[in-house]
């Protein structure tokens, strides 16, 4: 019985061994005996124990680290050193269009960017971290790529990260500038070419002098207008900008900015505005109205009416500039609050402005939490359109 007893329990530690090296760590080997088959055996349940804590261990931290991988807005791969893919996380995946199945594939051939796979195999041949610049499928894309080695496991580890929304704004304050420069040029050019022509004699000539005086007059006046709209809207989109938020009566603050409007083409401007109390931002509204306004009245001929209408629904207030001049073509509408974005066709008045007066609108309606809409048919007038909360500080308006 003795020899059968030995090969018995000598057959059950044989088997909890192999269940151990297959992963399975909850076995347990009942054995009592103080024999050394018996301390053979209780220690084999001591390293079963604890190869189950290093593995919940190995488990968690690996969750963990799949779990940040995932959430990263970058698009993060690891290649081995022949730069087939091993590791990709969800963002890569959403960034290219790839799926999980191109674990095993050389990168070029996951995703069809030459210079992104020619850098991982320069960061495998000389070790050196690399940055690059690419777009794909219209978006724009920077990349970092850095060599590792662990564990006797070498490879690379390539980051991208999308630049998309930086580069354009990149190139809007590109065009900005530029805009900017060109409406500057012309004014200054003017004021240069009559201010030296007066030096060189035509100040003599008291008709010639008044009028090239009048122009350069016009011209700076021009200038100074263009200058405060660029400063204006500086500091409306900048990140400081603090409104002030108080009681506002609607019909007051429509009058107010009114009151100082220029008017010499005989333009009927009539209010149908009632008393309407709101928390808003009184001289953002201003300027808004102001805007507008100068908008209607320079786009209408001579003997034209604009009107100012407000109305209020349960949570919201419209306010409306209507008129009856040149309209706008269909093809313009969506463009109309662009800045510098000109109209260009028969009918435009001679003097149009800076160009920034509907971009400054809608950065203001914008920053009010409300909207702004158009409507118009050329030669039928126009009709503009700001929806702002009773309350600033509720929800923007869809």
């Known amino acids: 019985m003795l020899p059968w007893r030995l090969a018995r329990r000598i057959r059950l530690l044989t088997n909890t061994v192999t269940k151990i090296t297959s992963g399975n760590f909850s076995v347990n080997i009942p054995m009592t005996e103080n024999d ?24 968690r931290e690996h969750g963990q680290l799949e779990a940040i991988i995932n959430s990263m807005t970058e698009g993060v791969i690891v290649t081995d050193s022949n730069g087939i893919i091993t590791l990709a996380n969800a963002a890569w995946y959403r960034i290219f269009g790839s799926t999980p199945a191109s674990l095993g594939m050389p990168t070029l051939q996951s995703i069809r960017v030459p210079t992104l796979y020619e850098n991982i195999l320069k960061t495998l041949e000389t070790n050196l971290p690399l940055e690059m610049d690419f777009s794909f499928d219209g978006r724009y894309f920077n990349a970092s790529t850095i060599r590792f080695q662990s564990s006797g496991i070498n490879g690379c580890v390539a ?99 009114i009151a100082e409007f220029k008017n010499d083409k005989s333009i009927a401007i009539k209010l149908n505005v009632p008393s309407i109390v709101i928390k808003s931002d009184k001289k953002a509204i201003e300027h808004i109205i102001h805007n507008l306004v100068d908008n209607a009245v320079k786009y209408t001929p001579a003997g034209g009416n604009v009107e100012i209408a407000a109305y209020k629904d349960e949570n919201t207030i419209s306010i409306s500039v209507s008129d009856n001049g040149i309209g706008i073509p269909e093809q313009d509408i969506d463009r109309i609050f662009e800045r510098f974005y000109r109209i260009s066709g028969s009918g435009r008045p001679l003097k149009e402005g800076t160009g920034l007066g509907l971009a400054i609108v809608k950065h203001l309606v914008e920053k009010l939490n409300g909207n702004v809409y158009v409507e118009s048919r050329l030669g039928s007038g126009s009709t503009f359109t700001v929806k702002l909360p009773l309350n600033t500080h509720q929800d923007r308006l869809l």
Do not use: C, W
């Not at 088959?37 to 804590?53: D, H, P, W």
């Not at 409406?183 to 200054?188: E, G, R, S």
């Open 36 to 59: 050394e088959l018996g301390v053979l055996g209780r220690k084999i349940n001591e390293m079963a124990t604890s190869l189950a804590f290093q593995a919940d261990i190995h488990k």
């Open 159 to 257: 980051v991208v990260n999308e630049v998309t929304k930086l580069r354009r704004l990149e190139e809007i304050r590109q065009q900005f500038t530029a805009n900017v420069s060109h409406q500057m040029k012309t004014p200054l050019t003017s004021i240069l070419g009559y201010s030296e022509t007066l030096l060189r004699g035509a100040i003599n000539n008291s008709t010639t002098a008044k009028s090239f005086v009048e122009t350069i007059h016009e011209q700076a006046v021009a200038l100074k207008e263009l200058i405060e709209d660029v400063l204006g809207l500086a500091k409306i989109e900048s990140p400081t900008y603090k409104s002030t938020f108080t009681d506002v009566d609607i019909f007051e603050v429509i009058q107010s900015a």
